[in-house]
């Protein structure tokens, strides 16, 4: 069965500081990888998606993530943190076949300072 | 740009009452979804639905939960007798095809008292 570690529960950066959100998946194929967003009170926002092709994939609000086998990582990168990127950040794993059923890791949480 | 909707916001129920929390999934979309998260703890997959029958559920889904698709718009979750462990907030998501990215709704927080 696939898994999903994020080691970082919370992390703490400045405001325009870069970002690197780390995580780690179990899985014997290539599988589809994502990562959401939640903002406090809120659902989960797709930030952005890899299925194949390009290991580097550009998202929403100027993150980035790169997907890499050999280390079966798939981090997630922002040049430069805004205050709303205040958050919670999920990575999720799914089958590259049949009913993807989303598995995802604990989360870590962002917190921006000025 | 089209959403996945899902009402209540929140609910508040007494052990062993039934709740229906509910979804509208987007428009053309065909797989749907119900996922939940305990406070504090991970997203956590429930059942998938296509096609007017379940296509995959977790150990989580036992005989207390069903889903059904009433009519071409709402995906309905039902915790017949609810227990205080199902407190957690329920997340409706659906997608356009297998494979295809799941969109999520704002949740419903539920509260078993």
């Not at chain 1, 903002?39 to 194949?52: A, D, E, I, R, V």
């Not at chain 1, 994939?57 to 205050?83: M, T």
């Amino acid at each position: 069965a696939q898994s999903v570690t994020q080691p970082d529960i919370h992390i703490t950066v400045s405001e325009g500081a870069s970002l690197e959100l780390r995580c780690n998946y179990s899985y014997g194929a290539t599988p589809y990888l994502f990562w959401y967003v939640q903002s406090p009170g809120q659902g989960l926002q797709l930030l952005l998606k890899y299925f194949s092709g390009d290991t580097l994939v550009q998202g929403i609000k100027g993150f980035e993530a790169e997907f890499k086998r050999s280390q079966s990582s798939f981090n997630l990168r922002k040049p430069s943190v805004h205050w709303s990127d205040a958050a919670e950040y999920f990575c999720a794993v799914a089958r590259n076949f049949g009913n993807e059923k989303l598995t995802f890791g604990t989360g870590t949480r962002l917190t921006i300072i000025p | 740009e089209p959403e996945v909707t899902q009402t209540p916001s929140h609910q508040v129920t007494q052990m062993g009452q039934e709740v229906i929390l509910r979804c509208v999934p987007i428009s053309n979309h065909l797989y749907f979804y119900w996922y939940r998260q305990i406070l504090g703890q991970k997203v956590e997959f429930l059942v998938s639905f296509y096609n007017n029958e379940i296509s995959e559920k977790s150990e989580i889904f036992d005989d207390q939960f069903s889903v059904e698709r009433p009519d071409g718009s709402n995906f309905t979750l039902k915790i017949r007798s609810t227990k205080l462990e199902d407190s957690a907030m329920y997340f409706c998501a659906s997608s356009e095809d297998q494979g295809e990215t799941q969109y999520f709704g704002p949740g419903t927080r539920l509260l078993v008292l």
